[in-house]
């Protein structure tokens, strides 16, 4: 009877396993389908207005289920030292959605939180002004220059390479691409890129980068624009496309934008008041300049490539819609998150409403003049629906808030603790918005509100022992959610 009753246990085990593990089948497979869909009408799911999809959509409601079993991804690099030796890093760090927005506590004191690796890549030739990018599932890391130790001598190098971290894989690890053939799919650059810019649209890969002349060692000429298709033949390619005006052989500083769901891409360099705009689908017109609506302004609201989240909305017509645009300055206003909406042709840009207050930070997140020696970097992430998380992050040295102590620093480096050289913090702030009223592209009204706060910590891995390792800089590259 004990033997009966043991087999029939056994037999109801594996047939609730075998039904986890297809119901588990299915969800990979259908979250492998939106993850590469760009369709409008689950873009109209993704940002969670359902103008275009009924409440009883089975896709629809299938999506939001998959929101809770995705992991936010956060993309870090890292340059560490071991007396003479300096080593980068690239580095990922994974943070499930479910555990975001499980709470609702506003409370920026909350304990710290201590995030784990899910890959990392160490290399002891320094790379500087690496990007990173999105290509469908994988996670990329790619150009910037190469340069041998700081008690070596040699030229900056540009690279070619581009690093692939695929979430899908079973067992994901760094890919490093080839200039033929690659397990990634992504081949090298044709040359090298100093700086570069990456972003998809329409199932391809666009890169807008270049060799600024006043680097030391020989000029390396390389295309400004191109686009990879992994679907354009057996043997895909990079191919040049028309030639960003804002981008030049003495541009040091440019900026970006892959805008969701317009097809648009936007440049310009620095601050400058210029803005063009780059449509994938009529490559022939190439880069156009805006109006002087959107060029004098967009270049100014956001310290970096700025945030947008697509939106249907039928008195825009069956195929437009419009953006909204989140914008953050950490040094002139840290407490507010203003809102921008801006036009589907992507050539106006207007304030809406009121800004999102924040709670009150913590002291090292507020970056001024003598506050301390690192300025506070951030990341906006779109986690479904008409949520967003702001992504707050520094990297300091507890004993180091003002610039006349770094000499002490220096001195005492070996009596601070591995955590006090080592440590990473951030801060998410998650919250959600509404969107009350859209009567035209100069109409909106949305209301904003906070969900919580999370703090989390991190420490960079040991180099080797028993010599001390010190993180020299580090930065927040990306967060993805997938």
């Not at 060029?295 to 039928?314: D, E, M, V, Y």
Request: hydrophobic content about 35%; proline content about 7%.
């Amino acid at each position: 009877m004990g033997v009966r009753t043991a087999a029939a246990r056994l037999g109801l085990g594996l047939a609730a396993a075998s039904a986890r593990w297809n119901q588990k089948q299915k969800v990979n497979s259908f979250s492998q389908f939106i993850r590469r869909s760009r369709s409008s009408t689950l873009a109209a799911a993704v940002s969670g207005k359902k103008w275009e999809l009924s409440k009883s959509d089975s896709g629809s409601e299938l999506e939001l289920e998959l929101n809770k079993e995705k992991t936010l991804y956060l993309c870090f690099s890292e340059i560490s030292r071991c007396d003479y030796d300096e080593y980068r890093a690239e580095v990922i760090r994974p943070i499930k959605l479910s555990q975001l927005l499980s709470t609702t506590s506003i409370d920026v004191d909350d304990d710290s939180m201590e995030l784990r690796e899910a890959a990392y890549k160490r290399m002891k030739l320094q790379m500087y002004h690496t990007n990173c990018s999105l290509f469908g599932s994988q996670i990329l890391f790619a150009g910037g220059f190469k340069q041998k130790s700081l008690n070596a001598l040699g030229y900056a190098i540009p690279s070619r390479d581009i690093c692939s971290f695929d979430t899908m894989d079973p067992s994901p690890k760094f890919q490093v691409s080839s200039p033929r053939k690659t397990r990634i799919k992504i081949k090298s650059f044709p040359t090298g890129k100093n700086r570069v810019r990456l972003g998809e649209v329409d199932r391809k890969l666009y890169c807008l980068g270049h060799n600024p002349r006043f680097y030391p060692g020989p000029e390396i000429p390389c295309e400004p624009f191109e686009v990879f298709d992994p679907e354009d033949g057996d043997d895909p390619k990079w191919r040049p496309l028309a030639p960003p005006p804002f981008i030049n052989r003495n541009t040091r500083d440019f900026s970006a934008a892959f805008v969701e769901g317009s097809n648009k891409i936007l440049g310009w360099e620095g601050n400058k008041p210029e803005v063009f705009a780059f449509d994938v689908a009529r490559p022939e017109n190439g880069w156009i300049k805006s109006p002087s609506r959107l060029g004098g302004r967009l270049p100014t609201l956001s310290r970096g490539a700025p945030f947008f989240i697509h939106h249907n909305h039928p008195n825009f017509g069956a195929s437009a819609g419009f953006q909204l645009m989140f914008a953050y300055d950490p040094v002139k206003a840290p407490q507010i998150v203003p809102v921008f909406l801006m036009s589907h042709n992507c050539d106006s840009l207007k304030p809406v409403n009121k800004p999102l207050r924040l709670p009150d930070l913590p002291y090292e997140f507020l970056t001024g003049e003598l506050k301390d020696v690192s300025q506070t970097r951030f990341k906006f992430v779109h986690l479904g629906e008409k949520k967003v998380c702001l992504i707050l992050y520094k990297f300091f040295y507890p004993r180091l808030y003002f610039p006349e102590e770094a000499y002490t620093y220096w001195m005492n480096e070996k009596e601070m603790t591995y955590n006090q050289r080592n440590m990473g913090s951030l801060l998410l702030i998650t919250f959600e918005y509404d969107i009350n009223s859209v009567n035209s592209e100069s109409s909106l009204d949305i209301q904003l509100r906070l969900l919580g706060t999370h703090r989390f910590h991190y420490l960079t891995k040991q180099l080797r022992k028993p010599n001390p390792t010190c993180t020299r800089d580090a930065s927040l590259a990306a967060a993805y959610l997938l």
